[in-house]
Structure formats: C-alpha cells, structure tokens
C-alpha cells in the first residue's frame, strides 16, 4: 500500500501506477536504504524522540531483513511504489506498529537522496578498482614495449618516431586524471542529506552528525531545500564516467586501425575478437568497437540528467525519479567497458616489427634533419626549407632520407657531413627525446616507475 493514502479516496489507476513506480530500478539500492534506516533508527533512539527498546526492536529486525535479501530468502515485491515503501511495509509486517515509527522526521525525499549517495559512493569504489586494473595492464604493455619505435601520427599522417610504451603512457595519464576526478567527485558525494525531511527539516531534535558518522560520511548537507534536491553529485559522477568513455573511445578506436592489414600493428586475442558469418577470413575487434559505440550511451545517459535537472523550481520533484535510471547505466556501461577493455589489452599481441617497418617510412625523422643543420649553426627556418627539399628530392627518386647520397645533402646545404646518418637514424631520434614527458625509452620508463607510485599512494 501506497505511504500516501491517507488524503485520497480512490485508488491510483493501475496503468498510472505503474508508470509512477520506480521499484523496478530502485530495487537495486535495497542494501542502502536499510543501512540509512538503521543509522536513523539509531538516532531516533538515542535522541530518545522513539523509545530505546523500540529502536533496537527495528534495527534487529532491518538487519534480518537485510540478511534475507542478500541470501536471496527473501523477495522484493515488485508491485511496490518503490524500495522504501517495500522495506518499512516489510518491516511493520514483522515487529507491527514499532515499524511504522521508523519513518518518524524523515520523507521519502531526503530517505531516497540518501540511499543514492550511498550506493553511488559504493559504486565510485568499483570505478576504482576497474580504472586502477587497467592502469595496470598499460603499465606493464608500456614497460615490456618502452623501446619498441613507432610512427607518432598527426592528423593521422606519420610525423616523428615515439614507442609503442611511449603511446600507451598516453593513456595512462588520460586515465589517471580520471581517476582523480574520481576521487574528487567522491568528496562532495560523501554527506548526508538525512534531516532535511521533505524540504524544510524537521521540530524534532535529530543529531544530523551521528547520522552521518554512523554510515561513514564526512559531513551533512548545509541547507534543507538543497539536501532534496541537489543530484550535483551524480551529474559530477555522469561527467567523470563521460570523460572515460571518451578516454576509451579514442584508445579503442586506435585498437581498431593497429588491427587492421593496413597497420597490422597488434593482433587481437581470439578471445577478444569475432568472425564473419559470410566471410571465413574476417576477424574482427567488435569488443573494441562496442566499447567506442557505448561511449555515446552514457553521454546520452548524461544529457538526460543534465535536462531533467536544468528548469526545476525547489525543491523535490518527480522528474527527480528519472535521475536513477540513467545514472545506473552509466555506471553500468563504464564498469563493463572497463572490465572488458583491460583483459583485451593483456592479451593483445604487438608487432613490434610492424611498428618499427612503419616508422622506416614516411619521412618521420625529418625534424631531426632540420634540427642537425640547427646545431651546425643554421637557423631553423632555413633548416626546415632545406629539409623539404632533400625530402622532395626523396620522393622524386623513390629514396629515404637514410639512402639519400651524401652529395646531394651537400648540393642543398655545405653543413651536412657523414654524422647526417647517426642524427637521423630512428634508434638515435627516439633515444635523443629525453625531455622529461619524452618518448625516448630512459624517460618512458621513469614515467611508468613515477606512475606505479602515484598510484600506491593514491587512496
């Protein structure tokens, strides 16, 4: 039965039941909504606003409930509104009238406000430990490949000689800013809206702070209207999961062209890949390409809660409710983006010969060409239009700056001498980058060494 009966006299239309429950969803958060009821029958009987006996009787009878949902004994009833009304409905069918004290100063409002700070904040742990596994798969794939050269690419023309270990700390870093923001996010999640009742707290004398203590939050929300309707923090969480899946996009979509025969720089697992149902040849990085199509899952997940939220007047209202669904997703796709994404990379093959027969052409050490003349006193300008020349004359003959005659280094500028060979040789180009956040082999090694620690001392 609805907690709101009281003031009407006909039943809700069952169609329009329905679309107002939002026990399908908020199911999920069961375990939540018990340790909130717990911490606040706690206080109940502390302040002595319900009696001790009374308070120990509902806790007793919340953590066996408790107990029997996670074991699986027992059952949500799904014709519920949603997962508050179930437990309390529950719990007075075990203890009787001691149950229906439970919900003494407190709404649904700032009951359900609570619950999705805690599960979201259970679930930023997950985040976590997901970003934190494949962190560690790029470290070690970075730090077996810190010297295995690669053609660096702009606008995805070749253009310089970096590594393999050198692209991937790339990525490295992109999801280590996430994880920050993670944790960033985390702290202004970590209060509780608990007390703020339905918009204007409550004449009863709650102690705010036991509360939040009880359930291991840092603090509680500062204002009553906001503490009901502030979903900030799940916007912030939808932002932070956005911007991974834009991190994942973007390295999936380069697993996908190094797959391909045209790069052929890594070869997927078997296991980690799918066929052709009309072509035997084909294999193909479909989990890869999951992953980048479901980035726009969750930023669509993100948009939704960004126009619910943009034109609501305070404090709660019911397209509130639509906040759970979308968050959840989100939180669910990222998770198994995650999960999957790091296996797929552990067991990729990389060709380092591939990458290295890549980097041999295209030119990518014209630069260091141009920077040769630099350090024989020519300045850069007229280095550089010196190095296009000799680079036309390449293509012209069907050469490389490596096979290039001496003489017709010679024809273009006097200060080009034998040395011309070892300052442009790719070993020598990468190994000479050693500018700290550089590819050469000594400075990727000390970024996955600085990086190993950052993230031991990240907590």
């Not at 649904?108 to 997950?126: P, T």
């Not at 996009?249 to 890949?273: G, N, Q, T, V």
């Not at 390409?289 to 939704?304: I, N, S």
């Not at 700290?436 to 031991?456: F, N, Q």
């Amino acid at each position: 039965m609805p907690l709101w009966t009281g003031r009407f006299k006909k039943e809700l239309d069952k169609k329009t039941n329905d679309f107002n429950s939002s026990i399908p969803f908020d199911c999920r958060m069961a375990q939540q909504d018990i340790k909130g009821s717990v911490a606040h029958a706690r206080m109940l009987g502390k302040q002595g606003i319900i009696d001790s006996a009374e308070s120990e009787k509902i806790v007793a009878s919340l953590k066996e409930i408790a107990a029997e949902l996670e074991q699986g004994s027992l059952a949500i009833d799904m014709t519920a509104e949603d997962i508050h009304t179930f437990i309390e409905g529950e719990l007075t069918r075990r203890i009787g009238d001691s149950g229906k004290r439970l919900h003494t100063a407190r709404s649904r409002n700032d009951q359900v406000a609570l619950d999705l700070r805690l599960y979201l904040l259970e679930q930023c742990d997950a985040l976590e430990s997901s970003l934190r596994a494949l962190l560690a798969v790029i470290l070690d794939k970075a730090e077996e490949n810190y010297d295995a050269v690669m053609p660096g690419y702009t606008h995805l023309q070749r253009a310089q000689p970096v590594t393999f270990g050198h692209h991937l700390m790339a990525y490295a870093n992109m999801l280590m800013r996430d994880l920050d923001r993670l944790f960033d996010c985390r702290k202004r999640m970590a209060v509780s809206p608990l007390g703020s009742g339905a918009l204007a707290g409550t004449t009863y004398p709650l102690d705010r702070e036991y509360v939040a203590g009880l359930l291991g939050l840092d603090g509680v929300t500062n204002n009553s209207l906001d503490g009901v309707s502030d979903r900030d923090y799940a916007l912030e969480l939808m932002s932070v999961l956005s911007i991974v899946m834009v991190h994942l996009s973007r390295f999936a979509e380069e697993i996908i062209a190094w797959c391909s025969w045209e790069f052929k720089f890594i070869e997927l697992d078997d296991a980690f890949s799918t066929g052709s149902s009309i072509m035997p040849q084909k294999k193909n990085p479909d989990i890869a390409e999951l992953v980048r199509g479901k980035a726009g899952r969750v930023f669509g997940d993100l948009q939704t809660l960004l126009t619910v939220m943009k034109g609501l007047p305070l404090a709660y209202n019911k397209d509130m409710q639509e906040d759970k669904e979308a968050v959840f997703d989100a939180v669910d796709t990222v998770l198994i983006c995650l999960d999957t994404f790091a296996p797929m990379l552990e067991t990729a093959m990389v060709l380092r010969d591939n990458m290295r027969n890549a980097a041999a052409k295209g030119f990518i050490n014209a630069t260091d060409c141009a920077d040769y003349l630099v350090y024989k006193g020519l300045p850069f300008r007229d280095a550089y239009k010196a190095t296009g020349g000799l680079v036309a004359t390449c293509i012209e003959k069907g050469l490389t700056l490596e096979t290039l005659p001496l003489e017709e280094y010679q024809a273009v500028c006097d200060l080009f001498d034998e040395d011309i060979y070892e300052a442009i040789d790719l070993d020598n180009c990468v190994r000479k980058r050693t500018v700290k956040g550089g590819p050469s082999p000594v400075c990727v090694r000390s970024e996955i060494v600085a990086m190993r620690e950052r993230l031991t001392e990240l907590k």
